[in-house]
């Protein structure tokens, strides 16, 4: 090698340089790294698609046929959109007979379609639009009471079901249903206090494409308090949701969608503990590693002492809030409403449930439960969210069903502005607007949610929102509750 | 008392000269004053144009000169002495540059007396310098090979003055008992020069008589015909063709072999010398020493035509043996002379020697120095020399571990050539070990290694004017295809040989690129042991393990194009780099390098934007390690040779940059950073399923060894090379990251250049070592040092266990296994197969839908290679993209409607490079989260279960690509749209699949005819004769609404554009080679050269 015909070599500098650079890189991948990837972020159970979408379904499970009686429905199609959407309702029995009609929705209108003739004792729905933005809900009554809840725009592995009760004459349903075109085989698990019970009847179920079945779970896991179910499946994907009947004096029904995913944080955005009444938080988990969950409760004048609990693999923790001295019973008045958030850490998360019970003597449903609301739920794409409302004016679930609180809790640590909107077709009518400050809830009800009547409410947000209306008139606050649903694209009404 | 004093038989010296120098009197003279009284003295002038009579008769007025007519060769010339001269007992044979000492003759014939031989070979001296050794008798092998008994240059320090029996007596000056010569009939007239002594020397032992060599006898020797002083007379040489030495030493060493041997004999070695020629043309052609392919190959030709003179020479010889062949052998050497001197080169002094190719590339034109060829042997001639493997040898030439004074010597490591064999033989035994896998079979579907077309298809593809990637496309396809077609046209059709070579020779290819590298840098043991790190480093196994061809081709060609950089940017110490010819101009080296380029991008895209980032590297570390003799030189070089590489696969670089913004997906897909290495597995390599160790790591802070130790040029490179090191890193991890926009290239050849900087900082830590840190005295820097050595041979041992599974973690099978049931080229609709995954797992080129999700589409069959390299641009396919992004986004049911337009039949999705295996998350490249959530929600896509490894789906709403039905033709819109579920009923399938030459066949009913081939406008559909009126459907397709019934064929018809403008391109690189091989020296007679024989 040839003497070198420069001058001397910086070696110090390139050390520093070499060093700095590798050092530098290491701590900015490590810093960037930490951001989980688009696609793994968890997809709510029920999400609507965007306005201009191709096209979009939603199936409804967990209804019963008129011959059935236990929970008849209907099926609720709500339009966020700006241009009216044309679709099919398929109506699948559980005896494989199938009914489809045409469905029409008009720019954000609400229209109630009665669940297609069909033989069988249970059905449920496949609703197939040809564009986005249509949320859909099920709507069930029947000798129990009646009920709303959001059916689910997609399918599944795995569904969770944290509330549930077998006891006395109290019974679960668990509704599956196979929209898709590949057949499903599927798993069915229950958790109650004192163990996991995997009933061999409901173990390798078999849907074909399209198939619906209804399993009868208080036949098996009979006399439980509490009834927490993993649906899982070996091969494919399904919809499932629950039927909960409870009969007797405290008589009640309610259908709740399936949760897709445990979550780390969920909320509950408005509680409010009645004299005689009870209300209780479930919360199951369903995972493979110890839970360790917090529950935050927060007055309107601040917050409350959290409850802390280790929650086992396969099991779930039953809080009767209404049992806690903490909690101010607040009676109907709006003074000691709450609301709730549940923080799980150590695991995959947990999923939540609430099951309230109204005094005896109360309106029918006497009794109710429903999911909180979860991560993924609150955080909408578009931060816009539909509550659509217990049937329309013409075909109402129940006579002078309508909302009559919706309460918004903000779960992050940032302030959030709000506005809540009317949908009517034509357009949207600002009801309330303000600003949330972080772990703070709001309450809107009274002359403002009445003149709203049964058209759906629009909510908009600066960020993530947890979303639920009380619907009236029953027993207590929270017997029948309608989440929002986020909307993935930004609505065109 | 002595003999000659009572009787000396008479000796008639025969001189044959032709047109003789000035050194011709020096030979008389020596003749003139020899003190031997009966010597005579026969001069034979032969051809040339002088009468050297006049000169002969100055100095020799007793001699005779006889001018024989016309121009005869040495041995038909001496052979008329037999006819001019009687009564002389001896002959002397003598050439005219020979000088014998004053008694030269009284020794040889004493020798004669004394020893009972027929023939007497004299020891032969350099004529300018007598200490030096020419020659004391030589042997030969079996096969005719000719070896001296001593090595070239040895001093004459009396270590070989010993009579004794020789094979070969040299032809230069021999005694030849008269009778003798004869019987024997003289010289083998057919032999013009270069193996009559041989002959004549084996026939004389034939016939009983001993050859001896006698060493008081010396004679000095100009050799001016062996070293090519003086030419051959053209006339006595036959052929066209110039012939050298070499040639006729070869053919007439077989002559000798056909004529001496009997029966039996030459039925038993003719074999061996054929298998043995064999091999020596193949090495031969291998080091592009075309010259002694020429010799070896010419030589049994030569004798084939002249068989018939050997056998009539054979009989007589057959009449006057006396001696069998096994008595005559006991002097010859066993095995292969060439053999042995071939490798005993080969591990002394390198490949470069041992194939004696220095001399043989020249040319005559261009004179070059002597290779710098160490001796081989420890005599004691060699005891003042320099070599460093003296004194570990004995006067036989084995290593004894001592020196001459007996005392043990310690030796560093690596310092020989046979060490440096050795290492090199344990470095490629690893690499065969970890490859052994892979060297027979078939390679798994797996990355970028789908089988190649065959060796037409291959060419076919290179010239089309459409390519079925997509739907369809008139882009060019990439040269590679030239390349793959020549390779498999070379090796007459065998692919699947052709595959194995164009991919694993990427490993040693890298490895030679990189000592070439290292050559101007560092000293043969650092580069030894820095090409050892190359190979040992886990990059090429990770690109090999994850079947990606395009990081081996980056692995064999960035070293090279780093060198060629660093050479042709003329900065130090590559500026003392020296060749010949117009390569070694600043326009030829421009041009080697992009052609190396435009090679490598041709399998590789990201090579060419990896030259530019190796030049800002340097420049980046010349800037910081204070250097100023680079300056933007290297750039301006760089930048030309990437034009001139474009220029070079110019059609191919243009249909890519008519892409638009989808020009730079050709240099690799984005891969989901959720699966992207981190920064530490980028540092040390750890992208593929192998060698993933922390333990590698030691080899990485190895190579920081000359920052610390390293002084001037050392710590310049040091310098750059870790600025390289550092960029390539940077890079990788922020294109793996999705840092770099939509420039995404893969990882493994992102991290070429910081392999080559590591491998490079081991070999300058150890040049460094060498001269900046051994001779001072002992110091932390020494410490250092052997910590880094240590850590070097540890940081390899992942490598080292990686080879033991024999395939470097490569699966044994790809998604082939799964998808059996998806080849159907025969089939009789066409269909087309959407593939998704991460590009790392797609088993074909595609485009990207988002980070993490790639796209293709293939025919009814698994795909080939060529689809690997896709178009950049997707053309109609993109609407793939927009539907499955509809499906992702949850804004579609009905995805196989929408993909119905195209022919898709089944949705593939690949779950990883080896699904079933066990490789850590970042290697495995799984598809993304949401994908089977959203392909399950899916309407019109049923799964199909049972596969391993790979997602099925069925298009329950699937269009054939070529259909027909009954009702209403398709909407005509012009912009390219989805369809709606009425478009997608009703077809059913009516023609073939499109096939290279016949196009689409099949018998059509009359009613519209859909066809999902792109561009439409280049597709005609005949039916009957006449073509059918297109209207366009979906935008891009092709329907013919009024199609009559009839036999119908479609097919792709415009102007050969494309063709064409590739055969320019082909013409461009033929003149290219040329230039660079020197075609002008073609045609130039060669004169005749001394050559290895």
Not at chain 1, 448 to 471: D, F
Not at chain 2, 36 to 46: F, P, W
Not at chain 2, 847 to 859: K, N
Not at chain 2, 1038 to 1050: F, H, R, V
Request: proline share 8%; aromatic share 6%.
């Amino acid at each position: 090698m040839s003497p070198a015909a420069h001058s001397e070599p910086r070696r110090w500098v390139v050390l520093v340089v070499v060093l700095v650079v590798i050092v530098g890189v290491a701590v900015l991948s490590r810093s960037t790294a930490s951001a989980p990837p688009a696609a793994s972020l968890p997809v709510p159970g029920a999400i609507v698609s965007e306005p201009q979408a191709e096209s979009s379904a939603w199936y409804c499970a967990g209804q019963s046929t008129a011959s059935g009686q236990l929970a008849v429905g209907s099926v609720e199609l709500t339009n966020t959109g700006s241009r009216a959407v044309a679709g099919s309702i398929t109506s699948t029995s559980d005896t494989g007979a199938s009914v489809a009609a045409p469905v029409s929705v008009p720019a954000g209108g609400q229209l109630v379609a009665a669940t297609p003739a069909s033989a069988g004792s249970w059905v449920s729905q496949s609703v197939v639009l040809s564009g986005g933005g249509v949320a859909v809900s099920q709507l069930i009554h029947g000798p129990s009471g009646w009920a709303q809840s959001p059916c689910q725009s997609g399918t599944s592995q795995q569904w969770y079901f944290p509330s549930g009760t077998t006891a006395g004459s109290n019974n679960v349903y668990t509704a599956l249903f196979n929209p898709t075109s590949t057949p499903d085989v599927v798993d069915l698990t229950f958790v109650t206090p004192s163990e996991v019970v995997h009933p061999i009847s409901f173990q390798g179920i078999v849907l074909q494409p399209g198939q619906t079945q209804v399993e009868n779970v208080g036949s098996y896991v009979q006399n439980q308090q509490a009834v927490a179910t993993t649906v899982t499946t070996r091969t494919g994907r399904v919809v499932a949701s629950e039927t909960q009947v409870f009969s007797g004096t405290g008589a009640g029904l309610a259908i709740v969608p399936g949760s897709p995913h445990p979550e780390s944080r969920w909320s509950i955005p408005q509680s409010r503990e009645v004299s005689m009444g009870s209300t209780s938080l479930d919360i199951f988990n369903p995972g493979s590693t110890t839970e360790a969950v917090t529950v935050s409760t927060r007055l309107a004048s601040g917050p409350l002492p959290a409850f802390h609990a280790q929650v086992l693999p396969e099991s779930t923790w039953t809080l009767a809030t209404s049992a806690q001295t903490r909690i101010p019973k607040g009676g109907a008045s709006t003074a000691g409403s709450y609301s709730t958030i549940v923080q799980a850490s150590g695991g995959d998360g947990v999923v939540v449930g609430r099951s309230v019970v109204a005094p005896s003597g109360s309106p029918t449903p006497l009794a109710g439960l429903s999911n909180a609301v979860d991560t993924s739920s609150a955080t909408s794409p578009s931060h816009q969210w539909v509550v659509p409302s217990p049937g329309s004016a013409s075909a109402p679930v129940q006579a002078g069903a309508a909302p009559s609180e919706i309460a918004l809790s903000n779960p992050t640590g940032t302030t959030e502005t709000y506005s809540v909107s009317v949908m009517t077709p034509k357009g949207n009518r600002l009801l309330t607007k303000g600003r949330l400050p972080p772990s703070t809830f709001i309450s809107l009800s009274g002359p403002a949610l009445t003149a709203a009547g049964l058209n759906p409410l629009l909510v908009s947000s600066s960020g993530s929102v947890a979303i639920g209306a009380n619907v009236g008139p029953t027993g207590a606050y929270g017997v029948v509750t309608m989440p929002g649903i986020p909307l993935s694209g930004a609505s065109g009404g | 008392m002595p003999l000659m004093d009572v009787q000396a038989p008479a000796v008639v010296a025969v001189v044959v000269t032709t047109d003789p120098g000035p050194w011709f009197e020096e030979t008389l003279t020596s003749l003139a004053r020899q003190d031997y009284e009966e010597l005579s003295v026969l001069v034979l002038a032969t051809g040339g144009g002088e009468d050297p009579s006049e000169r002969v008769g100055r100095i020799l007025p007793n001699a005779f000169v006889r001018q024989l007519p016309g121009d005869l060769g040495y041995g038909a010339a001496a052979n008329t002495a037999l006819d001019m001269v009687e009564g002389a007992a001896f002959f002397l044979l003598c050439h005219h540059d020979c000088a014998l000492d004053d008694d030269v003759v009284h020794n040889m014939v004493e020798e004669s007396f004394r020893s009972n031989a027929g023939v007497v070979s004299p020891k032969f001296v350099n004529w300018d310098d007598p200490s030096i050794l020419l020659h004391v008798g030589m042997s030969c092998d079996k096969t005719g090979a000719v070896v001296d008994r001593i090595q070239d240059g040895e001093v004459d320090h009396g270590q070989h003055d010993a009579v004794r029996d020789v094979f070969v007596a040299p032809g230069a000056c021999m005694l030849i008992r008269a009778d003798l010569w004869r019987e024997l009939g003289g010289f083998d007239a057919g032999i013009v020069a270069m193996g009559e002594d041989l002959d004549l020397s084996w026939r004389s032992q034939v016939a009983g008589s001993r050859v001896v060599v006698a060493p008081d006898a010396r004679v000095r020797h100009r050799e001016v015909v062996a070293s090519g002083s003086e030419p051959l007379a053209a006339s006595v040489v036959e052929g066209d063709h110039p012939v050298t030495l070499q040639a006729l030493q070869r053919r007439h060493e077989l002559r000798a072999v056909l004529k001496c041997y009997g029966r039996f004999h030459l039925f038993r070695v003719l074999p061996q010398a054929g298998l043995l020629a064999f091999c020596e043309v193949v090495v031969a052609l291998l080091a592009r020493d075309g010259r002694r392919a020429r010799a070896v190959a010419g030589a049994w030709t030569w004798n084939a035509k002249h068989w018939g003179e050997v056998r009539a020479l054979r009989a007589e010889l057959k009449a006057r043996r006396l001696f069998p062949d096994s008595e005559v052998r006991r002097l010859q050497l066993r095995g292969s002379a060439r053999l042995s001197r071939y490798f005993s080169r080969l591990s002394h002094q390198g490949l470069a020697a041992a194939n004696a190719v220095v001399s043989s590339r020249q040319g005559a034109s261009a004179p070059q120095p002597e290779p710098e060829v160490a001796v081989l042997t420890g005599s004691v001639g060699l005891a003042f020399s320099e070599d460093a493997d003296f004194d570990d040898l004995d006067d036989l030439g084995h290593r004894s571990g001592r020196d001459r004074f007996g005392r043990k010597v310690r030796r560093d490591p690596l310092t020989s050539g046979r060490s440096h064999t050795v290492a090199i033989v344990v470095a490629a035994i690893v690499v065969l070990l970890g490859t052994r896998e892979l060297l027979f079979g078939t390679l798994p579907l797996v990355g970028q290694l789908a089988p190649l077309p065959g060796w037409a298809g291959s060419w076919h593809h290179f010239f089309s004017g459409w390519q079925p990637a997509g739907v369809g496309t008139t882009a060019p396809a990439t040269p590679a295809f030239g390349l793959v077609g020549l390779v498999g046209t070379v090796l007459l059709g065998s692919m699947g040989l052709a595959q194995r070579i164009l991919i694993l020779g990427c490993i040693p290819l890298g490895a030679i690129g990189f000592s070439q590298l290292m050559r101007p840098l560092v000293s043969a043991r650092a580069r030894v042991v820095a090409t050892i790190c190359y190979l040992g480093l886990p990059l090429p196994y990770a690109a090999l393990g994850s079947g990606r061809w395009d990081g081996l081709v980056a692995y064999a060609t960035l070293p090279f194009i780093v060198a060629r950089l660093a050479r042709a940017a003329e900065v130090a110490p590559f500026d003392q780099v020296t060749g010949g010819g117009w390569r070694s101009t600043a326009l030829g080296q421009i041009a080697v390098l992009g052609a190396i380029i435009a090679v490598a991008t041709s399998f590789a895209p990201a090579v060419l934007p990896m030259t530019l980032v190796c030049a800002v590297a340097f420049v980046g570390g010349s800037i910081v390690t204070g250097s100023t003799d680079l300056g933007g030189r290297v750039l301006w070089v760089a930048a030309k040779a990437v034009g001139m590489a474009v220029l070079l696969i110019a059609p191919w670089a243009v249909g890519t940059l008519t892409a638009g913004s989808h020009a730079v997906g050709i240099f690799g897909l984005p891969i989901s950073a959720a699966n992207a290495p981190n920064w530490g597995d980028v540092i040390r390599f750890a992208v593929g399923p192998t060698a993933r160790s922390p333990i590698v790591w030691l080899l990485v802070a190895a190579s920081a060894l000359p920052l610390l130790i390293g002084r001037g040029q050392r710590l310049i490179w040091a310098g750059r090379f870790w600025a390289l090191a550092c960029l390539s890193w940077i890079l990788a991890l922020a294109s793996t990251r999705g840092w770099t926009g939509a420039f995404t290239p893969s990882e493994t050849v992102v991290l070429v250049p910081a392999a080559i900087a590591v491998a490079a900082g081991v070999g300058l830590g150890i040049a460094s070592f060498e001269t900046d840190v051994a001779r001072v005295a002992f110091s932390w820097r020494q410490v250092v040092s052997g910590v880094a050595m240590i850590a070097v041979s540890l940081g390899m041992l992942p490598v080292a266990v990686g080879a033991l599974d024999g395939r470097w973690g490569l699966p044994a099978n790809g998604v082939e296994q799964p998808l059996a049931f998806l080849n159907q080229p025969n089939a009789a609709a066409a269909y087309r197969v959407l593939w998704l995954g991460d590009p790392r797992a797609l088993p074909v080129g595609g485009w990207p839908v988002d980070a993490g999700l790639s796209y293709a589409l293939t025919g009814q069959s698994l795909p080939d290679a060529t689809l690997v390299w896709t178009p950049a641009g997707p053309g109609p396919a993109a609407t793939a993209a927009a539907g499955l992004q509809l499906a992702l986004d949850g804004n579609t049911v009905h995805l196989g409607r929408l993909l119905a337009p195209l022919g898709v039949r089944y949705v593939v999705v690949v779950d990883g490079i080896n699904p079933v295996g066990s490789e850590v998350a970042s290697v495995n490249a799984p598809p993304p989260v949401g994908l089977q959530r959203s392909l399950l929600d899916q309407d019109d896509l049923q799964a199909v279960p049972g596969q391993v490894g790979v997602q099925v789906y069925q298009n329950a709403e699937n269009l054939p690509v070529t259909a027909q039905r009954a009702r209403p033709p398709l909407p005509t819109g012009p912009i390219w749209s989805f369809p709606t579920a009425a478009d997608v009923q009703g077809w059913r399938p009516v023609l073939t699949p499109l096939a290279h030459r016949n196009g689409a066949t099949g018998t059509i009913a009359s009613g519209p005819v859909y066809a999902g081939y792109a561009p439409a406008g280049d597709f005609t559909l005949d039916v009957g004769g006449h073509a059918a009126t297109r209207r366009p459907a979906f935008g891009w397709a092709g329907q013919y609404p009024a199609a009559t019934a009839g036999p119908a064929s479609l097919s792709f018809h415009n102007f050969p554009f494309v063709p064409l403008v590739v055969l320019v391109e082909l013409a461009g690189w033929v003149v290219l080679a040329a230039a660079l091989l020197g075609w002008r020296s073609r045609g130039r007679p060669v004169q005749p050269t001394r050559e290895e024989p």
